[in-house]
C-alpha cells in the first residue's frame, strides 16, 4: 500500500513538471520569435563632426571638439552593435534548444 501511495505521487508530481516544462516552453518560444523580429541591419555609423565649421573657432579646439565627438559617436555605434550581438546570440540559442513539444 506504501508502495501505491509513492507511485502515485511520483506521477501527480511528474505530470506537474512536465505541465510547467510546457508551458515555459512556449513562453521561451514567444520570447525567441520577439528576439528575432527585432533584429535589424544596423547602419555605418554617420560620426562627421558638423556641430562647429572649421573656421569659427581656433584649430587646436576645433581638433579637440571633434575627436570628443567622433569618440562617442563610435562608441555608441559599438554599444549597438553589442547589443545587437548579444540578441542575435539569444536568437540562435533559441533555435538551438529543441522544442519540448516537439518530442512528443
Known amino acids: 500500500m506504501a508502495i501505491a501511495l509513492v507511485a502515485t505521487g ?10 510547467a516544462a510546457g508551458a ?11 528576439e528575432r523580429s527585432h533584429l535589424v541591419s544596423l ?7 558638423r556641430a562647429v565649421r572649421q ?3 581656433d584649430t587646436d579646439e576645433f581638433a579637440r571638439l ?3 565627438y567622433e569618440r562617442q559617436c563610435y562608441q555608441r555605434a ?9 540578441q542575435l546570440r ?15
Do not use: I, N, Y
Open 55 to 57: 573656421g569659427t573657432v
Open 66 to 68: 571633434k575627436l570628443a
Open 78 to 86: 559599438e554599444r549597438a552593435a553589442r547589443r545587437q550581438l548579444q
Open 43 to 49: 547602419p555605418e555609423p554617420d560620426c562627421e563632426f
Open 10 to 19: 511520483c506521477a501527480q508530481q511528474s505530470e506537474q513538471h512536465e505541465t
Open 24 to 34: 515555459s516552453g512556449k513562453a521561451q518560444s514567444a520570447s525567441c520569435q520577439a
Open 90 to 104: 539569444a536568437s540562435r540559442a533559441c533555435e538551438a534548444k529543441p522544442s519540448p513539444l516537439a518530442s512528443r
